[in-house]
């Protein structure tokens, strides 16, 4: 790779992940996750560290696996507002982000819950806009039913377009106040939004807040989500980790932002990734081995099978080789979960094909096929990985999930962000105050004023 003059910076989110495949919550070293000091801990790490942001994901009921609440892949937390919101009182800089769904919420109630974690935070807030296709989640909601695919981005356009309408309402006139009828009354302004699916009329109460916006982000793969990240995201949480995919990936979304008057430094690409540390390679190599066998159960690796095939497959050995039977068409095999094949005889295929080729049992083969982008080494090494990934334009960062929480970042901010900031492309002090500030973006009031590309 040639030298550059200036080299990018590199950014970095640490998420906590719920107890799923990702997390070895078998590991005696594993937190709750309901006590907030877990929470604590990995944040003032991930701000130890200089990251851009604390990234908390949620969910909207406990997924079920064959009617049966499914242990192993289970998100279960406190509210995402609550806990970023206490964060807020124990972090100083750190990005606070959060996913909260589009399809289940109301606009007006997003806009002054992301606003008041704004302030209250100094300018720290980002909303991670997830959407719900399925009557599963609904069935926890008074209005039910399901959104199709095609409408569910049509609804989360809309959402995010009439919570921007209420943080652009006019800053209030200076408020009066009636000492003898103990009245503070800030003369209303009144907001009016209207689109296919909200007629919003009333007033907002909170001022504009430090960001403007909070910082946006966005997860969605499909083309109508690469589409609505160009046209409406600060940051896409991608799944395209690996060089060549996620080079593919980067100029795909970055090539769109001028259809909508962006510029390719006003959207940042973070893939989710693991890490997994050692004194030497090989030694990095036998931990990453343990880990995932460790987040791959027998349990986890049959019902990962399931959901490709269909069927239960309860009776299948997970050390012994793939069903000899073909996939059947059941959407329900598990519920809460987006199906991992489009095209499950496709997929059952090429997975009989890799396992006969390889000698791979069923447990083995999902090990091999379900794992994110994973940077594995010497500190050095993985310094030197993820830097090349970012020069390269493969992304911009990442969003670290670490594989135990909530100790699991320690080692990472104590021996590979030194490396990072030795190589001069990741920061050894906050320069800004704000998210926006830490990602290098513009205001959505001021413009370019105020940024710093720290």
Do not use: C
């Amino acid at each position: 790779m040639p030298e550059q003059l200036i080299r990018k910076q590199i950014h970095l989110a640490a998420h906590f992940p719920g107890v799923n495949h990702n997390t070895v919550w078998t590991d005696p070293r594993s937190g709750s996750q309901i006590d907030f000091e877990n929470f604590v801990h990995l944040a003032r790490t991930a701000e130890r560290g200089k990251f851009d942001f604390f990234f908390l994901a949620e969910g909207l009921r406990l997924r079920e696996h064959l009617d049966r609440i499914h242990d192993l892949d289970v998100v279960g937390r406190p509210d995402t507002f609550t806990v970023l919101n206490a964060l807020a009182a124990v972090t100083t800089h750190l990005g606070l982000a959060g996913t909260i769904n589009t399809t289940y919420n109301e606009p007006f109630e997003l806009a002054r819950q992301f606003a008041s974690l704004d302030h209250l935070s100094g300018g720290r807030a980002a909303w991670n806009a997830v959407t719900s296709s399925d009557a599963f989640t609904g069935e926890n909601f008074r209005r039910g039913g399901y959104l199709e695919h095609a409408k569910r981005y049509t609804r989360a356009a809309e959402v995010v377009e009439a919570t921007r309408a209420l943080w652009d309402s006019p800053p209030a006139p200076a408020p009066t106040v009636d000492r003898e009828r103990g009245i503070f009354a800030p003369p209303p302004v009144t907001v009016r939004f209207g689109s296919e699916q909200f007629d919003i009329e009333g007033e907002f109460a909170l001022p504009r807040s430090p960001q403007g916006y909070p910082v946006q982000i966005q997860a969605g793969d499909s083309d109508e989500g690469r589409e609505f990240a160009a046209a409406k995201a600060d940051v896409i949480f991608s799944a395209h980790g690996e060089l060549e995919d996620g080079q593919r990936f980067y100029r795909d979304v970055k090539d769109r932002l001028a259809k909508y008057g962006r510029r390719r430094e006003d959207l940042k690409i973070l893939p989710a990734a693991g890490f997994v540390l050692g004194d030497t390679a090989a030694e990095a190599a036998e931990n990453a081995r343990v880990i995932r066998r460790g987040q791959v159960t027998p349990q986890t690796a049959i019902a990962f099978l399931e959901q490709v095939w269909g069927r239960d497959l309860s009776a299948y050995d997970p050390d012994g080789p793939l069903p000899d039977i073909d996939p059947v068409d059941n959407v329900n095999i598990t519920r809460g979960r987006v199906r991992h094949a489009r095209d499950p005889l496709a997929v059952a295929q090429a997975w009989r094909a890799k396992a006969e080729a390889e000698n791979l049992s069923i447990r083995e083969l999902i090990i091999a096929t379900t794992a994110r982008q994973q940077f594995v080494g010497t500190p050095r090494e993985v310094a030197l990985s993820i830097d090349d990934h970012v020069q390269r334009d493969a992304a911009d960062g990442f969003v670290l999930v670490p594989h135990l929480t909530p100790t699991g970042l320690d080692e990472f901010v104590d021996k590979v962000v030194p490396e990072l900031q030795e190589l001069g492309s990741f920061r050894t002090e906050y320069t800004g105050s704000t998210l926006r500030d830490h990602l290098g973006l513009r205001h959505p009031h001021l413009g370019t004023e105020g940024v710093r590309a720290s």
